[in-house]
Nanobody
Framework: QVQLVESGGGLVQAGGSLSLSCTAS????????MAWFRQASGKEREFVAG????????GYVDSVKGRFTISKDNAKATVYLQMNTLKPEDTAVYYC??????????????????WGQGTQVTVSS
């Protein structure tokens, strides 16, 4: 049974940092593309960051470029999202997602087969 479990969310002041983790079980992330999405209240789920199976391709939504960093540790079966200089508009539930290996990361949520339950990130002004 595949499980993705996110952790690391919480409440932080604007300008602060948080580090999210997503640990996989039943799924060899060494052969998976991984991504983080987020969904703010009343809005659609949006792509935040993605990384391909080998870590050689990654990308970000424009609003987080230069502030967020995605990485993966295959030995720990964990993908991370380091979030710096957080803004109130980053407030959302953050979801981890996985799909089979592709040469490049993808930002299309319909291409990800596995999802975590999400972790809340709240940034106060």
């Amino acid at each position: 049974q595949v499980q993705l479990v996110e952790s690391g969310g919480g409440l932080v002041q604007a300008g602060g940092s948080l580090s999210l983790s997503c640990t996989a079980s039943g799924l060899p992330i060494a052969f998976c593309n991984m991504a983080w999405f987020r969904q703010a209240s009343g809005k659609e789920r949006e792509f935040v960051a993605g990384i391909n199976w080998s870590g050689t391709s990654n990308g970000y939504v424009d609003s987080v470029k230069g502030r967020f960093t995605i990485s993966k540790d295959n030995a720990k079966a964990t993908v991370y999202l380091q979030m710096n200089t957080l803004k109130p508009e980053d407030t959302a539930v953050y979801y981890c997602a996985a799909r089979g290996a592709q040469r490049y990361y993808t930002d299309r949520k319909d291409e990800y087969a596995y999802w975590g339950q999400g972790t809340q990130v709240t940034v106060s002004s």
